[in-house]
């Protein structure tokens, strides 16, 4: 049994920053392509940034490019998405995903794991 634990969000005025943490339980992240993914109220569940399972590639949505990074504690078992320069349209509930195959990063119906959610509000 795998189970993603999320930490990190909250309410931010726009221009800040925010850092979410995924947690993997059961099963290190190394074995798994890991992304984030976000979902504002009334919209469809986005992309946002994903690593391979090799953990040397990353892979950002065109809206987040330059503000947003990936990264990976192998010693925590966690993925980190680091968010700066936040705007009012980042607002939304971001989870983190794992997939046991690699590829198809973008598709969140290809994912195997989620977390529950967390949420990120930022003001204009």
């Known amino acids: 049994q795998v189970q993603l634990v999320e930490s990190g969000g909250g309410l931010v005025q726009a221009g800040g920053s925010l850092r979410l943490s995924c947690t993997a339980r059961g099963r290190t992240f190394s074995t798994f392509a890991t992304g984030w993914f976000r979902q504002a109220p009334g919209k469809e569940r986005e992309f946002v940034a994903a690593f391979s399972r090799s953990g040397f590639t990353t892979y950002y949505a065109d809206s987040v490019k330059g503000r947003f990074a990936i990264s990976t504690d192998n010693a925590k078992n966690t993925v980190v998405l680091q968010m700066n320069i936040l705007k009012p349209e980042d607002t939304a509930v971001y989870y983190c995903?794992?997939?046991?195959?690699?590829?198809?990063?973008?598709?969140?119906?290809?994912?195997?794991?989620w977390g529950q959610g967390t949420q990120v509000t930022v003001s204009s």
């Open positions: 995903a794992a997939r046991v195959a690699d590829g198809n990063y973008y598709n969140w119906n290809a994912y195997d794991y």
